[in-house]
């Protein structure tokens, strides 16, 4: 075994402390966060609350919690991340297997719409109109479809999938798969890095997204948590109606926007760690050919 050089050695200990300070400073707002979210109202404005609750209260969280429309959002957002994110896989992963055959015709062409659609696109009217007359509104198609395909993502897989050995598939073949057998029984086995990559991609975007069922729901109780927290936050702030106690509210205004957040990003929190490795794998193998 080569016993280190100092130089490596000093190296690793920068290193270390460098990365040691990123955590630090990455977490910090989290934990900041959290903190005031449980803190009272004139602590948090007097700018006393830093790592540790100051003045503890529990009065946001019992105000949300209390709140059957908060219920009821939370799970339209469940239900409208599964759908969105379940038709989002299904088409992306079909696009990116398609453009990854270099021998079919018409490839550049397809690639070259996808691309496009990154850079322009039809604006938000027409596109409220477009929806509007399929008769998508006030349905979780008017959040699914419009959103189905990301680009980012699209690339990835078709990139990922291009480093497959094609003799896979050429054994399949020969054993009477056809295209779709070979992609279920073969590729998508080989692809669980890339596809739990994609999964985390999809189901993060449409969680944390709003502006598509607040343009296209009518009606509150379609609304997902994201709405509701929003207008939380105006009713707290400007004292309007936030679907909660606005009167209660106006004596939390300062944890309102902490417990929005925490709230929100919780589940995706809890989901993380459990998808990390795939993560990382997953980007370096659709990012990486050789």
């Not at 239900?79 to 297997?97: D, G, K, N, P, Q």
């Not at 006030?138 to 990139?159: G, Q």
């Not at 669980?192 to 509150?220: E, G, I, P, Q, R």
Request: with cysteine; aromatic share 14%.
């Amino acid at each position: 075994m080569v016993k280190p050089s100092r130089s490596y050695r000093v190296f690793q200990g920068v290193n270390g402390v460098i990365l040691t300070l990123v955590v630090l400073v990455t977490l910090y707002p989290f934990v900041n966060i959290v903190a005031r979210s449980f803190s009272g109202e004139r602590q948090i404005r007097a700018g006393e609350v830093t790592l540790w609750p100051k003045g503890f209260n529990l009065t946001t969280y019992r105000i949300v919690f209390q709140d059957s429309m908060f219920w009821r959002n939370y799970g339209n957002t469940v239900f409208y991340t599964v759908v969105s994110t379940v038709v989002a896989m299904v088409l992306t992963t079909c696009y990116a297997y398609v453009l990854s055959k270099k021998h079919l015709r018409g490839r550049g062409l397809l690639v070259g719409v996808a691309v496009f659609t990154m850079f322009f696109t039809g604006g938000l009217i027409p596109n409220y109109i477009l929806v509007t007359e399929l008769g998508l509104k006030n349905s979780v198609w008017a959040i699914a479809l419009p959103n189905a395909i990301s680009v980012f993502n699209l690339l990835v897989m078709k990139a990922f999938f291009e480093s497959l050995p094609t003799e896979l598939e050429e054994a399949a073949q020969i054993d009477g798969l056809s295209t779709y057998g070979t992609l279920l029984r073969i590729v998508l086995p080989l692809s669980k890095a890339v596809v739990a990559t994609m999964v985390l991609f999809y189901t993060v975007s449409f969680w944390n997204s709003w502006f598509s069922a607040f343009l296209y729901m009518d009606h509150s109780d379609l609304m997902p948590v994201t709405v509701y927290l929003r207008n939380l936050i105006a009713g707290a702030i400007g004292g309007g109606n936030a679907g909660a106690g606005t009167a209660e509210l106006s004596q939390v205004g300062a944890s309102i926007q902490a417990v929005t957040i925490v709230l929100t990003a919780l589940p995706i929190i809890c989901v993380y760690p459990f998808v990390q490795r795939f993560f990382v794998s997953g980007v370096m193998l659709g990012a990486v050919k050789g």
